[in-house]
């Protein structure tokens, strides 16, 4: 039998008010996905900064301290349970923040951002907010984060609960910054 996965997906900081995004697919492999800081790393970096390339502008570089913030914060997520943006309170400059929740070990660190890297499928240029080809900003707000113009360094971390793998990237400068026009 197959078993559904359920990976939920949001963005900060302009998506603070956003409802999580959802999306069910089969897990046809039940064997766990591979993991490891290393493989975190370059996945990552490769994914975002293919995306970037794709829609031309310059890379990221990998942030060992936002890295560092983003496993606080998906330790956290994990622990508790909970799935909702870090409200950084008194965190100056803000980070953006990208976050994935799903099945424990069914996700490989490229399936978990290429759902968020996948919603360029939504994406039209315009001013942000208005991005989206539904009109609905939430449904590429992971990916304007990655593609942002002025972000230039990102650092992730994946923990896990019983149940769920949760994966927190975090960007400097922060992205999705309502005004901006995006091509």
């Known amino acids: 039998m197959r078993a559904l996965l359920t990976g939920l997906a949001l963005l900060l900081p302009a998506a603070l008010a956003a409802s999580p995004q959802t999306a069910t697919i089969p897990w046809a492999d039940q064997r766990p996905a591979p993991r490891g800081n290393q493989l975190l790393r370059s996945t990552m970096i490769s994914a975002h900064n293919e995306a970037r390339r794709q829609y031309g502008v310059g890379p990221l570089v990998w942030d060992e301290g936002l890295a560092r913030d983003a496993s606080v914060y998906a330790l956290y997520l994990a622990r508790t349970g909970r799935f909702e943006h870090d409200p950084q309170a008194g965190r100056r400059p803000p980070e953006g923040e990208n976050l994935f929740m799903g099945t424990r070990s069914a996700y490989t660190y490229g399936d978990m951002i290429g759902l968020l890297i996948d919603e360029r499928r939504f994406y039209r240029p315009g001013r942000f907010p208005a991005v989206s080809r539904t009109g609905d900003w939430s449904q590429v707000a992971h990916y304007t984060q990655i593609i942002w113009p002025t972000s230039q360094r990102v650092g992730c971390a994946t923990a896990a609960n ?22």
């Open 162 to 183: 019983r149940t769920n793998d949760y994966l927190v990237c975090r960007y400097l400068p922060a992205g999705n910054v309502v005004g901006t026009v995006l091509r």
